[in-house]
């Protein structure tokens, strides 16, 4: 039994000493690794003078600049359909013709009666005329002169009245024969040949085909509320049109819209833009079409001969004079209530980290233009090596002071690995 006893507490004592040796190796890593120095490796370019264009980019489809609808102003069969889709067509030319028996039968109703109120007025003006000269004499009474005069004036109402209903009834006839508002192509024809059509002077009437002058064509396309107001008339625009892949054209822009079109209205999807008309300058081997997907690029302004640093290079801190009274603090203090941590927010800077002799410093920086790359900033900028990347490292792990390790060879790679943690 002694012997037993003894060789479990031999077992207890080696256990807890491997348990104790463990520890003592644990903290001794911590320890060291604590006192170890923390280096950041970065990756940099110099900061140059350049050129920097802002974009405003935004989506849209081709339209003529010019085209007219076609819509019927009186209903009846389509007797006659005098052009095809595709079909070049100039000012004047027929196009349509619907029938019109039940209008010329109108017309010749309101021409009879023009003529029936034509007799009655003459003979409502004789009749005055004679009272009249009688009336003048004193041979006849008052009333019998009123009576004279009230006929002529019914008379002469209801001749104007068929009158009116004659230039009515020939202007709703000529209706039924549609000519070309203009020259163009028919760009799309929505009727057929004995269709039956309506239409009314106080609606639209059915859409029976387009006309579009295709010789000039814009892109209309929607830029958001936050973009319209950096794009004027006149800014120049390169358009990627998908049906000509790889290909760039150039226009200008024409017209921005003054009404917002919005979407989704009262959802979290709502989305509000403004439609921005750019009219296209296209080479003589390239033919637009009405509804081709377009990608417009509208160069916004441009300003020349600026330092500039990329993107990523621009991050926020808090100014240096925060972070002296950061160090201050004493430890286990409370630092930033609520209101506290609004204000730290309000404070912080925008930056760039510029490495010296291995250690990074912060240079407050102003941003200015920017493109899909570039951002213009001011500030002490001059001829400073500008930390690019990583993107962890400008967004975390860099402070002022803090040491760094330049390595450019990998800068490629390691901004596409930078670009997907942004991602």
């Known amino acids: 039994m002694a012997n037993g006893n003894g060789k479990k507490s031999k077992k207890k004592i080696i256990i807890f000493s491997v348990i104790g040796v463990v520890i003592i190796a644990l903290v001794v890593l911590v320890l060291l690794g604590s006192n170890r ?3 950041v490796s970065v990756q940099t370019e110099k900061v140059q003078k350049r050129t920097i264009t802002q974009i405003v980019s935004a989506t849209g489809k081709i339209q003529p600049e010019t085209q007219v609808k076609i819509n019927a102003e009186v209903s009846g069969e389509l007797i006659e359909l005098a052009v095809k889709e595709g079909q070049r067509v100039q000012r004047g030319q027929l196009l349509v013709r619907i029938k019109p028996d039940a209008y010329q039968a109108q017309f010749e109703r309101a021409q009879a009666s023009l003529a029936m109120s034509e007799a009655n007025l003459k ?3 004789a009749e005055f005329k004679r009272i009249s000269e009688l009336y003048a004499k004193k041979l006849v009474s008052d009333a019998e002169m009123d009576i004279a005069r009230s006929s002529y004036q019914s008379a002469k109402a209801s001749h104007d009245q068929a009158m009116a209903s004659v230039k009515e009834s020939r202007e709703t006839m000529a209706k039924t024969t549609i000519y070309a ?4 192509i028919v760009s799309q024809l929505r009727s057929e040949l004995g269709e039956r059509v309506s239409g009314s002077t106080f609606t639209q009437g059915t859409d029976i085909m387009t006309i579009a002058d295709l010789s000039k064509m814009e892109a209309r396309v929607d830029v958001g509320e936050n973009d319209v107001v950096m794009v004027s008339v006149g800014d120049t625009a390169r358009i990627e049109v998908d049906a000509y892949a790889g290909k760039k054209f150039a ?8 009404t917002a079109k919005s979407t989704g209205l009262g959802s979290q999807d709502q989305v509000t833009n403004f439609e921005v008309r750019i009219l296209l300058k296209s080479p003589e081997n390239v033919s637009f079409r009405p509804g081709m997907s377009v990608t417009a690029d509208i160069e916004t302004e441009t300003h020349t001969g600026v330092f500039a640093v990329p993107i990523q290079s621009v991050t926020v801190r808090l100014p240096k004079k925060e972070e002296m009274k ?3 603090t004493r430890e286990g203090e409370a630092q930033v209530a609520t209101k506290a941590k609004k204000k730290d927010e309000e404070k912080l800077e925008e ?4 490495v010296k002799d291995g250690k990074a410093s912060t240079i407050p920086v102003k941003r200015g233009l920017s493109d899909d790359t570039y951002v213009e900033v001011t500030g002490n900028v001059g001829d400073v090596d500008v930390v690019t990347g990583p993107f962890r490292a400008i967004n975390r792990d860099l402070e002022n002071g803090a040491k760094v390790k330049v390595d450019n060879k990998n800068q490629r790679r390691t901004g596409l690995s930078a ?3 942004k991602k």
Do not use: C, R
């Not at 226009?251 to 921005?256: E, H, N, P, W």
């Open 419 to 421: 670009d997907k943690e």
């Open 251 to 258: 226009g200008t822009v024409s017209q921005i819209a003054n």
């Open 181 to 184: 508002p203009m020259s163009g």
């Open 37 to 39: 120095e923390n280096i």
């Open 351 to 354: 930056v760039i980290f510029a």
């Open 326 to 328: 950061q160090e201050e």
């Open 123 to 125: 003979k409502a003006e």
